[in-house]
């Protein structure tokens, strides 16, 4: 079975701050790496995933995240934050190939932003 | 495309009660999950299906928990009886195949008092 751990549970940053929040997971296989994002009150969305090629992947809203496969991590990154990614961030995997393909998600990190 | 919808958005019950949640998917969309969302933690999945199947449901509690997704569209589940620990965010999300993409509902918050 999968496991993700994010290191940071609340991290507060100032305004225009670079950003990067922590994400290892432990499975033996071949995994998928997602992180979602959860504003206050809505539902979760997709901010960028990887499935294969190019380690570095750039999302939406200026977010990126590297896939190290020695170190097990999909840190994410942004280089300067703003207000407005005030939110819940949520680092999540699942198992490639086979018909069992749920998510198994972090803990989260609590990120807020002050003006 | 019309996301997933889910009701009711709140309900809360008294522990012993019965509950049941209701979900409907994207269209054409194959893969339909639930997953429970405690405060302060991430969603764990409960249960999978692949059309009316179910493909994983390793860690729906079943002695109390129970989900259905007859013709292979909208899904229900239930928790029958309701312990004060199951007061949660039960999310729904669908997915077209294959796990590379996935649609989140906004939830059923359910607090059990």
């Known amino acids: 079975a999968q496991s993700v751990s994010q290191h940071n549970h609340h991290v507060i940053l100032s305004e225009a701050a670079s950003l990067e929040l922590g994400c290892n997971y432990s499975?033996?296989?071949?995994?998928?790496l997602f992180w979602y994002v959860q504003y206050p009150g809505q539902h979760l969305q997709l901010l960028l995933k990887?499935?294969?090629?190019?380690?570095l992947v750039k999302g939406i809203k200026g977010f990126e995240a590297e896939f190290i496969k020695s170190k097990f991590s999909f840190n994410l990154r942004k280089p300067s934050v703003q207000w407005s990614d005030t939110a819940e961030y949520f680092c999540?995997?699942?198992?490639?190939?086979?018909?069992?393909?749920?998510?198994?998600f972090g803990k989260g990190t609590h990120l807020i932003i002050q003006p | 495309e019309a996301g997933v919808a889910q009701s009711p958005r709140y309900k809360i019950i008294e522990k012993r009660q019965s509950v049941a949640f209701w979900c409907n998917p994207i269209?054409?969309?194959?893969?339909l999950y639930w997953y429970q969302q405690i405060l302060g933690q991430g969603p764990k999945l409960l249960i999978q299906?692949?059309?009316?199947?179910?493909?994983?449901d390793s860690q729906l509690p079943k002695d109390r928990f129970s989900a259905e997704r007859l013709k292979g569209v909208d899904s229900t589940l239930k928790i029958q009886p309701a312990k004060l620990e199951d007061s949660a965010v039960y999310l729904c999300?669908?997915?077209?195949?294959?796990?590379?993409?996935?649609?989140f509902g906004s939830g059923t918050r359910l607090t059990v008092v």
């Open positions: 999300a669908s997915s077209p195949a294959g796990g590379y993409g996935y649609t």
């Open positions: 499975y033996g296989g071949t995994v998928n």
């Open positions: 990887y499935f294969s090629g190019d380690p």
């Open positions: 999540a995997v699942n198992a490639k190939g086979g018909g069992a393909d749920g998510l198994t």
């Open positions: 269209s054409g969309h194959a893969t």
């Open positions: 299906f692949q059309n009316n199947g179910v493909v994983d």
